[in-house]
C-alpha cells in the first residue's frame, strides 16, 4: 500500500536571488518502508523533507499521504493532520525543556485527545520502556543526555501511532554507541509494527542497512 | 478540552519563570491597587461634599434678586438711545416676594416638589458682651425646614421641638455658638439692619457640616423674624423647596423663573464651583489610573514579547507536533490573562488595605466639615472595575504577541 506520494515537488527560494532548491521530485513510499535520503550537503534533503511533513506549504506540485491530497489545505487543517499521522524527529532533540519526559512525550497525544488521560499516560509510559528510558520519566526533559533525549524524540513521535516517522538527520548529534541505539530502534518499528519511516542521513553505514536508499542531488532525486 | 491542555501548558511556562511572571504580575497589582486606592478616596471626597452641600443647599431656592440694572425713565423717554445713564443707584425695593401665599400654595400642588419651607431672612449683628459678629437670621416653619433639610439630626444641643414651643428662641449654627461661646439656655443680643436691639433664647445648637452655614446661620420661628424686622404675617423672602428628582432641578427652577417672576436659582447652579472640583478630581484620578495601567501594560507587553521570543523553539515544536495556531496563541493569552487575573486580585486586596490605611489617617477640616478622618469609599463596584480593568489591560497586552506566537512559522525556526 502506497502511504506518500509526491508528484512533480518543486520549490524555489528567493533570497538572497531565486534559486531552484527541489527539482520535479516524485517519488512514492510504501507502508512498513524504512527508507533513508542521502545526499551531499545542500542539495536539498531538509527541504524536502519539510515540504512532505506539510509543514512547507509553498512548494509547486502535490504531496499526498494516506491517499489524502495535502496540497492547498489550511495551515490549522495541516496542524491536525501532523498530530494525526506524522511523528518527527529532528537532530536536535527540541523537547520542551519545563516538562517533565514523560510530559513531553504525552503531549501530542493530549492534543490529539482520542485516549483519556490515564490511558495516555499509561501508552507513553509504554513508548519510554520500549525506547528504554521509562527509568527518566520523571524527570526535567533537559536534565536528560543527548542520546536519551533523542530516544524520548522518538518515544514522542510514535505516541499518536503516525503513518510516517520522519527523521532529519536523527543521529547527526550523537556518538557511535547512541546512533546504534536509535538505528536499531527505528529498524524495531519498523520491522516489528511495520511502521514506516523516512529518515535524512549523512550516515553511510546507516543508510546501508535501512530498505531502500533514495540519493538526491542538487534538488534532483536518482530513482 | 483543548482549553484545559493549553491551560495546563500555560501554567507550567509561568511556573518555570516565577521571577518575570511575578514582576509582570506586581506591575498589576499595583495599577490595580493604586486605581482602588485613589477612587477610593476621591470618590469618598466627592460622596462627603455632594452629600453636605445636597442636605444643606435646597434643590430650589426662589427670592426676589435686587436689580441695579433697570431702564431709566430717560433712557425710555429718548428711544434712539441718545442718552445713557451709567451707574444707576439701587432704589428702594423691598425685597419680599409679594405674592408668597400664592407661590406656596401652587408649588405645594406641584406633584414634582417634594417639600416647600418659606421663610424670612435678614442680616444681623450677634451681640455678646463686647463681641459683635455679623450673620443671618432666619425665620422659618420649623417643620417645613426639618422636612428639606433633616435639622433634627443635625442638633448638638436642644431640639427643634424646643424652638416651636418658645418665642423668641433661636436655633444657633455651632460655628457661630463657639465664636460667641455660648450654649442653649443663654440668651443673645441681636441688632437688625435698620438698628434695633432684640434678646433672643438659645434653645439649641445645630451643625450642617458647612462653616459657611454653621458660622453664620441661626433658626427661629417665622413669626419671631417679622416681628424684629416690624413686618406682617404676609412678610417671606425665600422659598426652598426640594424635588422628588433632584436631576429636575436646572428645568423647573427655569420654569418657575418664568411663571413666578422671581429668580428661581437650582442648586446646580449655585454650587457650581463645588460640582467644577468633583469633575476635576475625576479627571485626575482617571488620568493617573490610565497612566498606571497602561505603564503596567506595557510591562506585560514587554515580557511577553521577551518569552516569545526565547520561546520560539518550543512553539515551532509544538506547531510541528500538531498544535494549530489558536493553541499556540491560547497558551500565551492564558498566560498574560493568569498574570492579570493573580496580579489584579492582589491588587485589590492591597488596594483594600490602602483604603483602610487612609480611612485612618486624621483629617482636620477646622470645623468646616463634620468629619475627623479621611473619607473612602469602599463600593464593590469599584472592585469589579478594578479587576475587569486590570484583565483588560492585560488581554489587550498579551493579545497582540500571542497572536505573533501563533503566526510562528515552525520551519523557519526548525531550518536554524
Ligand atoms: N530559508 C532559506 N532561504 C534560502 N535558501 C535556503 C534556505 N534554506 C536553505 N536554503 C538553501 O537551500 C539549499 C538546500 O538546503 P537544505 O537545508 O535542504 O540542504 P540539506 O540537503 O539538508 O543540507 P545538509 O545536509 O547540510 O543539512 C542549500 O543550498 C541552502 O543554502
Ligand atoms: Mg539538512
Known amino acids: ?223 | 478540552m483543548n482549553l484545559k491542555l493549553t491551560t495546563s501548558i500555560a501554567k507550567t511556562h509561568l511556573l518555570s519563570r516565577k521571577k518575570q511572571s511575578s514582576i509582570a504580575a506586581l506591575g498589576v497589582t499595583f495599577g490595580i491597587a493604586m486605581f482602588i486606592a485613589m477612587t477610593a478616596f476621591m470618590t469618598g471626597v466627592n460622596h462627603l461634599l455632594e452629600e453636605t452641600m445636597l442636605s444643606a443647599s435646597p434643590h430650589i431656592h426662589i427670592y426676589n434678586d435686587i436689580k441695579t440694572e433697570r431702564p431709566s425713565i430717560v433712557e425710555e423717554l429718548f428711544l434712539e438711545k441718545k442718552i445713557i445713564i451709567h451707574h444707576q443707584r439701587p432704589k428702594l425695593e423691598k425685597k419680599n416676594l409679594r405674592n408668597a401665599s400664592q407661590i406656596i400654595h401652587r408649588l405645594q400642588e406641584d406633584k414634582r416638589v417634594f417639600g416647600v419651607s418659606p421663610s424670612v431672612s435678614s442680616q444681623v449683628f450677634y451681640n455678646y458682651g463686647n463681641l459683635q459678629l455679623s450673620g443671618f437670621v432666619s425665620g422659618v416653619n420649623i417643620e417645613d425646614e426639618d422636612r428639606l433639610f433633616s435639622l433634627n439630626t443635625k442638633m448638638k444641643e436642644g431640639s427643634i421641638e424646643d424652638l416651636m414651643m418658645n418665642s423668641n428662641a433661636v436655633l444657633m449654627g455651632a460655628g457661630l455658638a463657639k465664636k460667641l461661646n455660648v450654649h442653649k439656655g443663654d440668651r443673645i443680643n441681636i441688632t437688625t439692619p435698620s438698628g434695633e436691639i432684640f434678646t433672643l433664647n438659645i434653645v439649641g445648637i445645630f451643625q450642617i457640616g458647612i462653616g459657611q452655614i454653621d458660622d453664620v446661620r441661626s433658626y427661629a420661628n417665622i413669626g419671631t423674624v417679622q416681628r424684629i424686622l416690624q413686618k406682617n404675617k404676609n412678610y417671606i423672602t425665600d422659598i426652598n423647596l426640594k424635588l422628588k428628582d433632584l436631576y429636575q432641578s436646572k428645568k423647573i427652577a427655569a420654569e418657575y423663573a418664568k411663571t413666578f417672576n422671581y429668580k428661581a436659582e437650582d442648586w446646580e447652579t449655585a454650587n457650581a464651583t463645588i460640582l467644577i472640583s468633583f469633575t476635576l478630581r475625576n479627571v485626575i484620578t482617571g488620568a493617573t489610573v490610565i497612566t498606571i495601567l497602561l505603564v503596567a501594560g506595557f510591562g506585560i507587553y514587554n515580557i511577553m514579547n521577551m518569552t516569545i521570543y526565547e520561546k520560539m523553539k518550543d512553539i515551532a515544536i509544538l506547531k510541528a507536533t500538531g498544535f494549530t495556531s489558536k493553541d499556540v496563541m491560547l497558551i500565551f493569552l492564558t498566560q498574560s490573562l493568569i498574570i492579570g487575573l493573580i496580579g489584579g486580585i492582589l491588587g485589590l486586596c492591597l488596594g483594600f488595605l490602602m483604603s483602610l490605611g487612609i480611612e485612618k489617617i486624621p483629617f482636620n477640616t477646622g470645623g468646616f466639615l463634620a468629619i475627623d478622618h479621611m473619607p473612602v469609599n469602599f463600593a464593590i463596584k469599584f472592585y469589579i472595575y478594578g479587576i475587569s480593568f486590570g484583565l483588560i489591560t492585560t488581554f489587550v497586552a498579551g493579545f497582540f504577541p500571542s497572536k505573533k506566537a501563533g503566526r510562528i512559522d515552525p520551519v523557519d525556526i526548525i531550518r536554524g
Open chain 1, 1 to 223: 500500500m502506497i502511504v506518500l506520494k509526491t508528484s512533480q515537488v518543486t520549490k524555489y527560494f528567493f533570497s538572497p536571488e531565486k534559486f531552484k532548491v527541489l527539482d520535479s521530485v516524485s517519488f512514492e513510499v510504501r507502508r512498513g518502508e524504512f527508507l533513508s535520503l542521502v545526499g551531499k550537503s545542500g542539495c536539498g534533503k531538509s527541504t524536502l523533507l519539510y515540504v512532505l511533513s506539510t509543514m512547507d506549504t509553498s512548494y509547486e506540485g502535490t504531496v499526498e499521504i494516506n491517499q489524502q491530497l495535502l496540497t492547498g489545505k489550511s495551515k490549522d487543517d495541516l496542524s491536525e493532520f501532523r498530530n494525526n499521522h506524522i511523528g518527527f524527529v529532528f537532530q536536535f532533540h527540541y523537547l520542551l525543556p519545563e516538562f517533565t519526559v514523560l510530559q513531553n512525550v504525552m503531549l501530542p497525544a493530549l492534543k490529539l485527545a482520542k485516549y483519556s488521560k490515564d490511558e495516555i499516560e499509561s501508552r507513553a509510559i509504554e513508548k519510554l520502556k520500549l525506547l528504554g528510558v521509562y527509568s527518566q520519566a520523571n524527570k526535567q526533559a533537559n536534565k536528560l543526555s543527548g542520546g536519551e533525549q533523542q530516544r524520548v524524540a522518538i518515544a514522542r513521535a510514535i505516541i499518536n501511532d503516525p503513518t510516517i516517522i520522519m527523521a532529519d538527520e536523527p543521529t547527526g548529534n550523537l556518538d557511535s554507541a547512541n546512533s546504534k541505539i536509535v538505528f536499531e530502534l527505528f529498524d524495531e518499528l519498523s520491522t516489528n509494527f511495520n511502521q514506516t519511516i523516512i529518515a535524512v542521513t549523512h550516515d553511510k553505514d546507516f543508510a546501508s542497512k535501512t530498505n531502500r536508499i533514495i540519493e538526491m542531488e542538487d534538488g534532483r532525486i536518482n530513482l
